[in-house]
C-alpha cells in the first residue's frame, strides 16, 4: 500500500470506483499498451484475487482475449481453487484459438489446479442453427453450469479493434461507426453513453446473467482502451476493474 500511495494509486483507485460506479478498481502502475509486463502485473492482480474471494465448488466464467491469456499466465495452485470449475463465459467470438475464452478456462484450471468444462458451439451461426444447438441437451446443461457461475472474469476492448480482429463484415464496421461503438464486452458493443449499438449471436452469458453473478471482474489497460472501460463499465456495473494507471489517469483526465 506504500508504494502505491508514493504514485497516488489509491487516489486513483477510488476517484475511478466512484466515477465508474464500481465497488472496487485496482490499479497497477505503468501503460500495458507499452509493455507487456504491465499486463502481466493486472493478471497477477486478478489471480490475487480471485485466490482471495474463492470459495470450495464454485464456477468461474472467464472472456477470451490477450489480457485475460495474461490473467491464466499469472495463475498459480491454490487450495481454494482446486475444486473450482473453470469455465468460458460465451462460445466463440471470432477470436483465434489462443486467445479464445475456452483456451483460457482450460489453461487457468491447469495452472490453478482446478477443474474446467468447455463450450463447443461456432463463432457465426445462423439464428435457426443456434436455437436447434441450445436444445442439445449436453449444450443446455454446459448453459447451466456457466449461468451459475459466481464469478465472472472479462476483458474490455475499443470497439473498432475488436471488430477488425474478429474479422467483421464492412457492413458491422460501418454500422458501429455510425452509432459511435467505443467499447465492447462479451459480445456486445457499447456508444460512449453506454447504449448497446450491436450484439454479437453467440452462445453464452448475457448481460442479465451478469447481474446475477456475485464477481463480475473486468481487466483491462492502456490509455487506449479509456473510452472503452469507460462505456462498458459502468454497465456491466457494481463489480471489480483491474486495470493500470495509464487507463486510469485517461478515464479521469476526460471527466
Ligand atoms: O473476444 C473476447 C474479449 O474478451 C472481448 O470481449 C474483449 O473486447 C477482448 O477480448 C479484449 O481483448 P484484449 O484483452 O486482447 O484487448
Redesign the pocket.
Known sequence: PLIKDLFGLTDLENHLATHLRLKRVIVVPGDSDRSDWV?KEMGRAVARLLKAISRSNQVVAV????????VAEMMTASSSLKTTTFVPA?GG???VVE?E?NTIASLMATKAGGNYRLLHVPDQLSDAARETLMKEPRIQEMMELVRSACIVV?????AK??AE??KSSPELLAHLEQEGAV?????YYFARDGRIVHYGRSIGLTLEDLARAHNVIA??G?SG?AE?IAAVCPVVGGGTLITDESAARAILSDV
Do not use: N
Open positions: 499486463k472472456a477470451g482475449g490477450t489480457t485475460l491469456a495474461a460465451r467470438l471470432g477470436e486467445l475464452a472479462h476483458g474490455i476492448g475499443d479493434a475488436m480482429r474478429r467499447g465492447e464486452a462479451f459480445g481487466v483491462a492502456g482502451k472503452s
